[in-house]
């Protein structure tokens, strides 16, 4: 069964320090994989997208992640939080298994702390 | 940049009434998508359509139905809402490229639907 697990609900870091948001995935097929971001009144944005080529990706504002195969997990990270960066953060797995699957984590709120 | 347009960021609704939630996208984009989002539960999918007059039952499709009559308009229906509908629910659309069907989605800003 295909699956996305964020491990942590909430995340909390000062501004100016790193930002790590976990997540695994388990899927029997090859995924594409997302990371959005939505904030407050707003609907889902995406950040950035992994589709086989590159395992490390580069998304916008700054964030990337790691699609690390062995571990199943494709973590965000960011060096340096913003106070913008206050939101709630989900982690997508998309299978294209010849019909449309695309699961949710269950989502990871950021908080920012000056 | 694609815009998907909720009509409603707010609705108050009471038990049994008949509710429709419109989305309109000015993309051309071929697939549409309506969730809805819990707590702690991430975005769950009601239905998706990949085409006028077709749509595909999601992970959660009781009580709810839909109409896409027009390719940039996809309407949910509650046919007698419940208060266990109240919950955000989010439009989504995207581009059907080489028949891939794993694109980037386009968000709505959601409708925040309460029936009380």
């Known amino acids: 069964a295909q699956s996305v697990t964020q491990l942590d609900s909430h995340v909390s870091v000062s501004e100016g320090t790193p930002v790590l948001l976990r997540c695994n995935y388990s899927?029997?097929?090859?995924?594409?994989l997302f990371w959005y971001v939505q904030h407050p009144n707003k609907g889902l944005q995406l950040l950035l997208k992994y589709t086989s080529a590159a395992t490390l990706v580069k998304g916008i504002n700054g964030f990337e992640a790691e699609f690390k195969k062995s571990e199943t997990s494709f973590h965000l990270t960011k060096p340096s939080a913003h106070m913008s960066d206050a939101a709630e953060y989900f982690c997508v797995v998309s299978l294209n298994t010849g019909g449309f699957k695309t699961i949710f984590g269950a989502g990871t709120r950021l908080f920012v702390k000056a | 940049d694609v815009k998907v347009t909720q009509s409603s960021r707010y609705l108050v609704k009471r038990t049994g009434e008949k509710v429709f939630l419109e989305c309109v996208q000015d993309m051309d984009h071929e697939n549409m998508f309506w969730y809805r989002q819990d707590p702690g539960l991430g975005l769950r999918l009601i239905y998706f359509s990949y085409d006028v007059k077709m749509k595909e039952k999601g992970d959660i499709p009781e009580g709810y139905s839909v109409s896409r009559e027009k390719k940039e308009r996809f309407s949910l229906i509650l046919e007698s809402a419940s208060t266990n509908q109240t919950s955000m629910y989010l439009c989504a659309s995207s581009p059907l490229l080489g028949g891939a069907t794993n694109e980037k989605l386009f968000f709505g800003s959601g409708t925040q639907l309460s029936v009380l």
């Open positions: 899927s029997s097929y090859s995924p594409s």
